[in-house]
C-alpha cells in the first residue's frame, strides 16, 4: 500500500505544527511534517538517533550545535546523535519536510534549555 499525507498517522506537535508517520518502526522513522509561520521546535539532541532533515516546500532554519543553517526545498542536512538542534520556520509561509530517524527516536530526546 501507497503511503502519504492523506492516509498516514497523524499527529499534533508544538504550536499548532502536524506530522504523518510515513515509517513507523523501531529500527527506522521517517515523518513529514509541516510547521507553520513563525514556530520552532524546542531545543533537544538524542542519544542514539541520527536524523536527516529534508524541505520540502518552504524555507527551514535549522540550529545545530550553535550553527544556524538555511534549507530551501530539496535541500537537507543530516544530524548525528548527541547534536543539539532545533528546527524553525522564520517566514510567513508554511515550510514541509522529511525528517528521517535511524533508529527511531521515540524516547530518545532530550530536551534543553533555550
Known amino acids: 500500500m501507497t503511503i502519504s499525507k492523506i ?14 508517520h510515513l515509517v513507523k518502526n523501531n529500527d527506522l522513522s521517517i515523518i513529514h511534517e509541516r510547521m507553520p509561520p513563525n514556530t520552532y521546535e ?3 539532541y538524542h542519544n542514539v538517533s541520527r536524523q536527516f532533515f529534508f524541505v520540502l516546500s518552504g524555507k527551514a532554519t535549522l540550529e545545530a550545535n550553535g550553527e544556524l543553517i538555511e534549507l530551501n526545498p530539496q535541500e ?21 519536510f522529511i525528517v528521517t530517524s535511524q533508529p527511531n527516536s521515540k524516547g530518545d530526546r532530550v530536551l534543553l534549555e533555550l
Open 7 to 20: 492516509n498516514a498517522e497523524h499527529y499534533l506537535w508544538g504550536n499548532l505544527c502536524d506530522g504523518w
Open 42 to 44: 524546542a531545543r533537544h
Open 76 to 96: 537537507g542536512y543530516e544530524i548525528p546523535p548527541l547534536v543539539p538542534h532545533q528546527m524553525f520556520n522564520k517566514t510567513n509561509l508554511d515550510v514541509e
